[in-house]
């Protein structure tokens, strides 16, 4: 089975500070993506990687920025939080099946920045 | 711009009372419609692909169904475990576009 991990479940940040979300896979995945769920939104895409040292904006990448050091780990950094950030952040990985991209989430990091 | 709309937003069953999610799309070019359950306060877990019109895939009470505008989540004989948010996706060239989800609660 793939497995998605994310370090955090639950965080609480204050306005300013840095934060660190962190994502893990285990399945060798050569595409790894942020996302934010807010409600009647849907999923929105933050940040891709595709390799490495890779990264692609996707659909709202102001406010962060993301970290491929190696090809497990992909990391979303929110260089200074404000509070429109408090969201579920979702981590997910894939590797292209004949060009379609089944994607396997972690569990998510529910943020709440005071 | 591509768009994935789910509709009804919420829904409500007795047990055993079958019914259907929908999922409606505008891409210029499928590659493949995705189906996901996501419970409360987790990750969505994949359940179905689906590539062209057509098509059908099926596990357990759930029935997943393409047409080349929407596609339909069959739920036969639902149980209270059912309960979940089903979200529809859709891959588009490179993009992979999601839509805000049903949420389903299946009273016993």
């Known amino acids: 089975d793939v497995k998605v991990t994310q370090s955090s479940r639950y965080l609480v940040k204050r306005t300013g500070e840095k934060v660190f979300l962190e994502c893990v896979q285990d399945?060798?995945?050569?595409?790894m993506f942020w996302y934010r769920q807010d409600p009647g939104l849907g999923l929105r895409l933050i940040y891709f990687?595709?390799?490495?040292?890779?990264?692609e904006k996707g659909d709202i990448p102001e406010g962060y920025s993301v970290s491929r050091e190696k090809k497990e780990r992909f990391s979303l950094i929110l260089e200074s939080a404000s509070t429109n950030q408090t969201s579920m952040y979702l981590c997910?990985?894939?590797?292209?099946?004949?060009?379609?991209?089944?994607?396997?989430f972690g569990a998510g990091t529910r943020l709440s920045v005071l | 711009e591509d768009q994935v709309t789910q509709s009804p937003e919420a829904l409500r069953l007795q047990e055993g009372e079958s019914s259907s999610l929908n999922c409606s799309y505008t891409?210029?070019?499928?590659?493949?419609l995705f189906w996901y359950r996501q419970d409360p306060g987790k990750g969505p877990e994949f359940l179905f692909t689906?590539?062209?019109a057509g098509e059908e895939k099926e596990k357990e009470r759930l029935k997943a169904t393409l047409t080349k505008k929407e596609s339909f989540l069959h739920i036969t004989a639902p149980k209270p475990e059912d309960s979940a948010t089903y979200l529809c996706?859709?891959?588009?060239?490179?993009?992979?576009?999601f839509g805000a989800g049903t949420r389903l609660t299946v009273k016993p």
């Open positions: 997910a990985s894939s590797t292209p099946g004949q060009g379609v991209y089944i994607q396997y």
């Open positions: 399945m060798d995945h050569e595409n």
């Open positions: 990687s595709y390799d490495v040292k890779m990264k």
């Open positions: 891409v210029s070019g499928l590659r493949g």
């Open positions: 689906l590539y062209s």
């Open positions: 996706a859709v891959q588009d060239n490179n993009d992979m576009r």
